[in-house]
């Protein structure tokens, strides 16, 4: 069952029923969802109950649980450099797996969830630079996003910026449990620099402060100072003293945590 909230004019944040979000985002003349959760449900039939414009889908990176729901719309886009992952997660071992943690959570999965055949997305043809990031703008009415390339979770990983509710979508280049340990997640030190030069970019190009986030694993808005004190935080000595943790994989996987906030940054200390 999909939940939904309307956290900004035009902006629903959806989450699905494995707890993955995505976010509708409406202009006057058209709409696009980022990213399409599990695929263990109809998100096209439940998008359609919220909106009546025209509806693209735009897809933040290529892991499965952002990307199988797209099977219920076909026609997608993201960056060209994530279509080897989307190739990979589409697959049958990424499904089973997906099928038995549906089933673990008791979440019912449709009958041709192993068999449907999905359409590659179309990639995104970026038009310009924001700073040293690719990227493009998409003119919604009365809504302007711009699509940024910025590597780190995957090297196609994209974020949005909704200049006119000085919003940023971080797809999964930044939630506060941050995952960059993937085999093609960037280095974390190269993440960190992206996610900070961004930022930095973002502001002086606009002339004023980044307010909010919306997460990909996270129901609520952000507070923009939350995702640079996290930054901050997770500087060189942190990352160098970052005791090691067991994903049951041959990474070399290390993790930092910091409480009351919640904050987890697990990377792969051997990727440099």
């Known amino acids: 069952m999909f939940r939904a909230k309307k956290v900004f004019p035009g902006v629903t944040h959806i989450s699905d029923a494995m707890g993955v979000s995505m976010t509708l985002i409406e202009g006057t003349e058209r709409a696009i969802l980022f990213d399409t959760g599990y695929g263990t449900e109809n998100v096209k039939d439940f998008v359609q109950t919220l909106t009546g414009k025209p509806v693209s ?140 030069e961004l930022i930095h970019t973002l502001e002086k190009e606009h002339g004023q402060e980044i307010l909010y986030v919306l997460c990909s694993h996270q129901p609520k808005v952000r507070d923009a100072k939350e995702l640079k004190a996290f930054l901050e935080y997770m500087d060189d000595e942190r990352l160098e003293s970052a005791p090691a943790v067991d994903m049951g994989v041959p990474i070399e996987t290390h993790e930092i945590r910091k409480e009351p906030e919640g904050w987890t940054l697990l990377f792969d200390k051997g990727k440099k």
């Open 57 to 196: 889908v735009l897809l933040s990176h290529g892991h499965h649980d952002h990307i199988l729901g797209v099977r219920w719309f076909g026609k997608s886009s993201m960056c060209s450099e994530d279509l080897d992952e989307f190739r990979l997660r589409t697959g049958s071992l990424q499904r089973t797996k997906v099928a038995k943690q549906a089933e673990q959570k008791c979440v019912p999965i449709p009958e041709d969830f192993m068999s449907v055949i999905f359409t590659e997305p179309e990639a995104i043809i970026f038009e310009d630079f924001s700073g040293r990031f690719e990227q493009k703008t998409e003119d919604l009415g009365q809504m302007h996003i711009q699509v940024i390339h910025v590597p780190g979770h995957t090297p196609g990983s994209i974020v949005l910026y909704l200049k006119e509710l000085r919003l940023l979508l971080t797809g999964d280049d930044w939630n506060p449990c941050t995952w960059i340990w993937f085999p093609s997640s960037l280095p974390v030190h190269r993440w960190r620099e992206n996610m900070k």
